[in-house]
């Protein structure tokens, strides 16, 4: 059974950079997209981008130019880095599998971690 | 890209059946059949309950089905029971340029 763990920093500062890694354990994670998503307090899901274990990536065009990521298949992890943050910010951040191809739906979630920006 | 228009709240009484619809544009859920569907209890993590508008992954209940017609998809739980009480959000790819766009969140209430 796939499992993902998220890890990284609860509270972030304002204008500097957030960063998580995504842990996966079960299953490689080889050949598969991997993404991030995130939820605002009360809020909905927004996808924010995805990585294939090849390192090419793809990121929401809302978010684009503030969104880096990176895969280390040594370790079963990637990881996400959020510049610039605002509070606006502040979400629960899911990593997630892709099922299929970089189309597929979101099979294997995180349990989340929040992420709280605040001076 | 806007996200998915989903009504805020739908209830119903054990036993009935209810759809929560999922509208989008030509850009996404009209133009590809890469639909799905979450469950979220409070606290949790989503659960994926329905891929490609009406595919159930292996392990969720028969109750929950999927549909898609032009730029609405709809997700229908049969036979409610009080543990389907949570937010369901669907999503669909957008293309190469989008990818993904979620809908706004539906929250289930069994009376």
């Known amino acids: 059974q796939v499992q993902l763990q998220e890890s990284g920093p609860g509270l972030v500062k304002p204008s500097e950079t957030l960063s998580l890694t995504c842990t996966v354990s079960g299953g490689s994670i080889r050949s598969y997209y991997w993404s991030w998503i995130r939820q605002s307090p009360g809020k909905g899901l927004e996808w924010i981008g995805y990585?294939?274990?090849?390192?090419?990536?793809k990121s929401n065009p809302s978010l684009k130019s503030r969104v880096t990521m990176s895969l280390d298949s040594s370790k079963n992890q990637f990881s996400l880095n959020l510049s610039s943050v605002t509070a606006a910010d502040t979400a629960v951040f899911y990593c997630?599998?892709?099922?299929?191809?970089?189309?597929?739906?979101?099979?294997?979630w995180g349990q989340g971690t929040l992420v709280t920006v605040s001076s | 890209q806007s996200a998915l228009t989903q009504p805020a709240s739908v209830s119903g009484s054990p036993g009935q059946s209810i759809t929560i619809s999922c509208t989008g544009t030509n850009s996404d859920v009209g133009s590809y059949d890469l639909v799905s569907w979450y469950q979220q209890h409070p606290g949790k993590a989503p659960k994926l309950i329905i891929y490609?508008?009406?595919k159930r992954p292996s392990g969720v209940s028969n109750r929950f089905s999927g549909s898609k017609s032009g730029n609405t998809a709809s997700l229908t739980i049969s036979g409610l029971q009080a543990e389907d009480e949570a937010d369901y959000y669907c999503c669909s790819y957008a293309g190469r340029s989008t990818s993904y766009v979620f809908g706004t969140g539906t929250k289930v209430t069994v009376l």
């Open positions: 990585i294939y274990y090849s390192g090419s990536t």
């Open positions: 997630a599998r892709v099922s299929d191809g970089d189309y597929g739906a979101f099979d294997y």
């Open positions: 490609e508008v009406s």
